[in-house]
Every structure is written in structure tokens, then in C-alpha cells.
């Protein structure tokens, strides 16, 4: 049976896919059989991300309704796979439905994730709906610590008690100088434990929406790859060395 991690943040913009992309990467990496499901309905992105968008035929909504079997609907996206989001909305997305379309991948992956859309309305149940754990992603600033707390705060509601917080983006020096929210701070004002903290990386920035591989020495991609080890259940301590 497959582990469900959603990737959430209640705010926009505040690196959900590129977690995605790069947790699924790693876990890949690990050996580890990884679908990764766009639930950003009407906004995908993980095609262009994964650079897989080339060979999208069916999306999840098209799994949903029938209309293919689970299997076809998914793309390779450099071993790890990729089941697109629908381009709009319909009443037929409902949680229910969503919980049944995904418990058909159970069998033939150790992890999906679920790259969820901005916000904490509407759409943001169906992407929570199948998932057992969640990961909330946040950067070290007020705004988004709160919207944060609040995603955290209805994910319980849905259900989702196993939640952790990735703090991403993070700059120590920026910190320091009190431009950004200190790390014990920004657990606190969450209020879910810390499960990683991505630093600020300029090679996520320009690379990864074109498509384009990170190089070895990411700082950011070995954070995620640091993540995903305790994903696994591994002790790797957090550091803050890089940061
Ligand atoms: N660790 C990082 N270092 C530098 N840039 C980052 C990092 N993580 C994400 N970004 C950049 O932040 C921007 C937003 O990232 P991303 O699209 O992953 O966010 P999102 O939360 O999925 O957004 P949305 O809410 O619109 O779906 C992108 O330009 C991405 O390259
Ligand atoms: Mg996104």
C-alpha cells in the first residue's frame, strides 16, 4: 500500500511543486516506485516541471469519469510518474470520488504525492481527501506562516493528523538580520513539527521551471533529498550548516 503525502501551504507560490518534483525525484532515487498527482485543477504545472509535458494525453479527471484505466493516464517523467491535472473544474470531482481514483494506484507504488493547490477552499479537499500524512510548506515570513497554520489547521480538520512542516527558501543571514522569521519561531507559529528547511537556491529558480536537471551540488536538492531520507523513517538530523 502506498504512502499518500499531500504537499500543502495555504498561500500561493511558496515552492509546493518544486517540493513535488524534487521529493519524488529522490525518493525515485531511493529505489522507490513514486507517482506524483497534479492536484492544481485548471493550473497544472508538474508536466512542465518534471519536463514531461510532451507526452499528455489523459489527465485524472479522464480516470475519474472512466474514461481511461488508471494505468494509461499516467506519464513517465524521467522514471518517477506523472498523472496530470484536469484544465477545469467539474462537479464530478468530489472527495469520495477522489479517495476511490486514487486507492486504485495503492498497489503499484510505495509513495504518491500530491502536489495541492493554493489556498485552503474548494479544490484543496480533493487533493487532502486520499492523503494519510501532508507536508506543509512555508516560507519564514508572517504572511505565510499563518496561511500555513491554517493550512495545518484544516488538514486536521479533513482528517490528515500526520503533518510536517518544510520551511523553504530559507536564507540564515536574512534570518539573522530579522528579515525573515527564525526557524524555532516559524515551528511555533505553524504549530507542526519540522520535518526539513530547503535553503534559498537560485539553480531551483531558473532550472526547474524549464525543465532542466539541478546540478549535484544544489544545496536545495540536497535538502530534499534529506527529507525524503526521513520520509523513509531515517535518522538524519536536521542541520542548519548551509543555510
Ligand atoms: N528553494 C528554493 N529556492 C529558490 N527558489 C525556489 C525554491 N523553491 C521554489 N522556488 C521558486 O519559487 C517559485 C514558486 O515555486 P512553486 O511553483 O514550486 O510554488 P507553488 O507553491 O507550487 O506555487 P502555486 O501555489 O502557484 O502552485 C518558483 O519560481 C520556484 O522556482
Ligand atoms: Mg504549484
Redesign the pocket.
Not at 12 to 19: A, N, R
Not at 198 to 202: L, N
Given at each position: 500500500m502506498a504512502k499518500k503525502i499531500v504537499i500543502a501551504?495555504g498561500k500561493?507560490?511558496?515552492?509546493?511543486?518544486?517540493?513535488t518534483v524534487g521529493l519524488c525525484r529522490a525518493l525515485h532515487a531511493r529505489g522507490r516506485r513514486v507517482l506524483a498527482v497534479d492536484c492544481?485543477l485548471g493550473?497544472r504545472?508538474l508536466d512542465l516541471l518534471f519536463s514531461a509535458g510532451g507526452a499528455l494525453v489523459y489527465d485524472w479527471g479522464d480516470v475519474l469519469r472512466g474514461a481511461c484505466a488508471p494505468e494509461s493516464a499516467c506519464i513517465d517523467a524521467g522514471g518517477v510518474s506523472l498523472l496530470a491535472a484536469p484544465l477545469r473544474e467539474s462537479a464530478e470531482f468530489t472527495a469520495p470520488r477522489m479517495r476511490e481514483m486514487i486507492a486504485e494506484y495503492d498497489a503499484a507504488y510505495d509513495y504518491i504525492l500530491i502536489?495541492a493547490?493554493?489556498g485552503v477552499v474548494g479544490e484543496f479537499s480533493l487533493a487532502a481527501a486520499a492523503a494519510d500524512s501532508a507536508l506543509i510548506?512555508a516560507t519564514a515570513d508572517g504572511v505565510c506562516l499563518r496561511s500555513a497554520g491554517r493550512a495545518a489547521g484544516t488538514l486536521r480538520e479533513l482528517g490528515v493528523s500526520d503533518r510536517r512542516l518544510v520551511l523553504?527558501?530559507f536564507h540564515r543571514a536574512a534570518a539573522e538580520n530579522s528579515f525573515l522569521v527564525n526557524i524555532d519561531e516559524s515551528i511555533d507559529r505553524v504549530g507542526v513539527q519540522l520535518i526539513g528547511v530547503?535553503?534559498?537556491?537560485?539553480e531551483?529558480?531558473f532550472r526547474?521551471?524549464k525543465g532542466d536537471p539541478l546540478p549535484k551540488k544544489s544545496p536545495?536538492q540536497a535538502a530534499w533529498r534529506r527529507i525524503a531520507g526521513r520520509i523513509e523513517g531515517e535518522n538524519i538530523p536536521l542541520s542548519f550548516k548551509k543555510l
Open positions: 501551504s500561493g507560490g511558496v515552492g509546493k511543486s518544486s517540493l492544481d493550473l504545472s502536489d493547490p493554493a510548506v523553504n527558501r530547503v535553503p534559498e537556491d537560485p531551483v529558480t526547474l521551471p536545495a
